[in-house]
C-alpha cells in the first residue's frame, strides 16, 4: 500500500493563477481531509469529506474548493491564489470517524505564492 | 472553540534523558486524543490514541496520559535517542462531528 499520495511536491504560483493538489489514498477509506499548515502553527482543517460525493466546510475554507468523484481521490483546487495561501498542504484519509479512529496523512504539498 | 497548546515550543536534551511534552485543551468534552509525529518535510505519523475513557496508553518507550477534568495530555519519552528528533503535535478529536484540533507542536531535538 502507498498509503496517501500527493502532487506536486512544491509548486511556485503567482498572485491569481488557479491551480490543483492532487491527493489518493489506495486504503478504501470513506473520510478524507485537507489541511493547512502555516510555519510554526499546528494544521488547520479546510475541507473534509465522509464518501464519494459529500463534503463539508473546516475551519478555513475560504478560497479553496473540494470534490470527491471516488473514493480514492480528493482534489482540492486554489481559484485565485493569493500570498496568504501560502502554506504546506496535508491530505489525510481514515476508515471511520469514531473514537478509535486515526487519520493517515501524505507528506504534504508545499506552496508558495508570490 | 476547542484550543490546544502545546508546551514548550522547542526542547533540546542529550540523549538518553527522559522527558516530557505537555499538551492542554480547553473543552473536556473530546472523543480522543492523539500524539503525532512529524519530521522535516513529512506528514505526520501518528504514536499514540488515547480515548476519552482511558487514562493512559503506551508503545515502547512512549506513554501518553489524559486527564480530561483538568484539560491535559502528557507524553512522556524515555531514554531518548537521536532518532526520537522530530516535532510532536497533539490533537483532540471533539464529540461532534470529525474534526481534529491541533497544538502548534514541540519541535525536540536529543544532542547524541
Known amino acids: 500500500n502507498a498509503g496517501v499520495t500527493q502532487t506536486p511536491k512544491f509548486r511556485i504560483l503567482k498572485i491569481g493563477q488557479s491551480m490543483t493538489l492532487q491527493c489518493t489514498q489506495d486504503m478504501n477509506h470513506n473520510y478524507m481531509y485537507w489541511y493547512r499548515q502555516d510555519p510554526g502553527m499546528g494544521l488547520k482543517l479546510i475541507y473534509y469529506s465522509v464518501g464519494a460525493g459529500i463534503t463539508d466546510k473546516g475551519e478555513v475554507p475560504n478560497g479553496y474548493n473540494v470534490s470527491r468523484s471516488t473514493t480514492e481521490d480528493f482534489p482540492l483546487r486554489l481559484e485565485l491564489a493569493a500570498p496568504s495561501q501560502t502554506s504546506v498542504y496535508f491530505c489525510a484519509s481514515s476508515q471511520t470517524s469514531g473514537a478509535q479512529e486515526t487519520q493517515y496523512f501524505g507528506p504534504g504539498t508545499r506552496l508558495l505564492v508570490l | 472553540k476547542q484550543e490546544v497548546t502545546q508546551i514548550p515550543a522547542a526542547l533540546s536534551v542529550p540523549e538518553g534523558e527522559n522527558l516530557v511534552l505537555n499538551c492542554s485543551f480547553t473543552?473536556?468534552?473530546?472523543?480522543?486524543l492523539q500524539w503525532f509525529r512529524q519530521d522535516p518535510g513529512k506528514g505526520l505519523t501518528s504514536l499514540l490514541l488515547i480515548q476519552s475513557s482511558q487514562r493512559e496508553q503506551t508503545s515502547g518507550r512512549l506513554n501518553a496520559s489524559l486527564d480530561k477534568s483538568s484539560g491535559r495530555s502528557t507524553l512522556y519519552i524515555a531514554a531518548s535517542q537521536p532518532g526520537d528528533s522530530a516535532t510532536y503535535l497533539c490533537?483532540?478529536?471533539?464529540?461532534?462531528?470529525?474534526?481534529?484540533?491541533f497544538g502548534e507542536g514541540t519541535q525536540l531535538t536529543v544532542n547524541p
Open positions: 473543552d473536556s468534552a473530546i472523543y480522543n
Open positions: 490533537a483532540v478529536k471533539e464529540t461532534s462531528g470529525s474534526r481534529l484540533t
